[in-house]
């Protein structure tokens, strides 16, 4: 599917920013970078706790387009990241509420407390 048809949230570059990342590994001649997604989880309810999980691999010589192409898709992982149908912001799973209702909105909506 190309990208222009999946739908963007204005918060993309931030996810982008915060939720993906490139960790070389091994030599730079026959190294990878692997992606790697943040997953925000909740060992208590008031602490969110990130962590990285590897996506894909990447040869470390790729281009500069095949790695936007590989972070860009990572947002568009259901596994990973979901659009509030409230207020249009994606979001990390770990910060959804309830199907497409991120924390933020039930809070403000719903008069939710976490
Ligand atoms: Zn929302």
Redesign the pocket.
Known sequence: MPVSCRPSAPNDPELLRDFTRLVPVGRSLDGVLWLEVGVVSWPTPHTPQLHWEPLQSLPAHASAQAVTQARHAALHDPRYFAL??????R?PQGWMHDGD??????ERWLGVVH
């Open positions: 509030c149908g409230r207020c249009g912001q979001r209702l991120c924390q933020s909105c039930a």
